[in-house]
């Protein structure tokens, strides 16, 4: 018979991101490198998890590397998994509220990094993965 709800044969990658809020409730949206797979859509700052990471310890440890910033508190929202042509990710959001927006070191592994309100996040062109957690942030009482 049929299955037509089969996994995907290939493995998922785990990648976490960080949704940083401002007391206005504008969120930091990076630029990927021109040169990385979705090169130039804007993202959560974020990436993989390493092996022997937890999900907490590889977004602090990418967000050093990347912004160079050390994260406050954090929780983590809901996961939304995405197929590309590339493979299947798992991205985990984890938000960060902040009463001032931290000073971004120099940016390590993107091309620019913007602060936007949710409701002109059709602005940028965001890798199609982070669709479904704007959606989420916009109906969500974290955004009131
Ligand atoms: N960091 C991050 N990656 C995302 C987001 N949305 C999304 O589809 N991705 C995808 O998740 C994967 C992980 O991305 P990454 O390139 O940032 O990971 P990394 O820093 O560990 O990368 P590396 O393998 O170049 O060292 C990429 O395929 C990327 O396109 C997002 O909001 N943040």
């Not at 059709?122 to 704007?134: M, N, R, Y």
Request: proline fraction near 6%.
């Amino acid at each position: 018979m049929a299955n037509h709800h089969s996994a995907p044969t290939h493995k998922v990658i785990e990648v976490v991101c960080l949704v940083a809020m401002d007391q206005d409730n504008q969120i930091l949206a990076t630029q990927r490198a021109e040169d990385k797979p979705l090169g130039l859509l804007w993202e959560f700052p974020g990436g993989k998890i390493d092996t022997g990471e937890s999900a907490e310890e590889a977004l602090r440890r990418e967000i050093v590397e990347e912004l160079g910033i050390e994260l406050g508190a954090l929780t983590r929202l809901p996961a939304v998994t995405h197929v590309y042509d590339f493979g299947t990710i798992q991205l985990i959001p984890f938000l960060s509220k902040v009463n001032t927006r931290p000073l971004l070191g120099e940016l390590q592994a993107h091309a620019a990094a913007r602060w936007i309100a949710l409701d002109e996040w059709d602005q940028l062109q965001w890798a199609p993965a982070d669709l479904p957690i704007i959606e989420m942030l916009q109906k969500s009482e974290l955004s009131k």
